[in-house]
């Protein structure tokens, strides 16, 4: 597997978005259900990157868990934030879309869960392949979110696909 180093522009992003005050900036403006549900950006880098998402009145279920598209929103953007960076300072620009989606919930999220995905380098690749052939290109990401005790609680697959923008 090739190794990557951030560019610039993917460096300033990830700083940035790393910042509490510029992710809760971001979620406000961009991804609004996110910043009412309270998700966080712990980690990104070009290993892996963590969300968070609190145990709360606004994202609980009657079943006194953590209702699953609020588990899905932080789960997609543990596996967004790294497309997110691998994209940044790319010419032509890249545009990405979920293209697929499974999941998998074991156990109730009781309590504060995180999610980390750990094949962040996929997304480099996808793209790295997208830019190389001028073809779209895909990647299936993987997100594992736990309790603080270990306990896993859901299991997404995310597909992204990667198109080439013409100039």
């Known amino acids: 597997m090739k190794e990557y180093q951030l560019n610039k522009s993917q460096e300033k992003f990830r700083k940035k978005m790393l910042r509490p005050i510029f992710f809760r900036f971001f979620t406000f403006t961009q991804v609004p259900a996110g910043w009412i549900a309270g998700m966080r950006l712990r980690k990104l880098d070009i290993e892996s990157c963590q969300t968070t998402l ?3 009145f606004l994202n609980k279920n009657p079943f006194k868990s953590i209702y699953f598209a609020v588990q899905s929103m932080a789960a997609e953007l543990s596996t967004a934030a790294p497309a997110l960076l691998a994209i940044q300072g790319i010419k032509p620009s890249i545009a990405f879309i979920i293209v697929d989606l499974e999941a998998k ?3 109730k999220a009781t309590s504060k869960v995180t999610f980390t995905c ?3 380098k996929d997304a480099f690749e996808a793209i790295g392949k ?7 290109a895909v990647a299936k990401m993987k997100t594992v979110g736990r309790l603080s005790d270990g306990t896993i609680v859901s299991e997404f697959y995310f597909t992204w696909s990667f198109k080439q923008r013409s100039k």
Do not use: A, G, L
Request: some cysteine; aromatic content about 12%; overall charge positive.
């Open 105 to 107: 919930f074991p156990k």
């Open 54 to 56: 609190p145990f709360k």
């Open 130 to 136: 997208c830019i190389h052939t001028r073809e779209p």
């Open 118 to 120: 750990e094949n962040v």
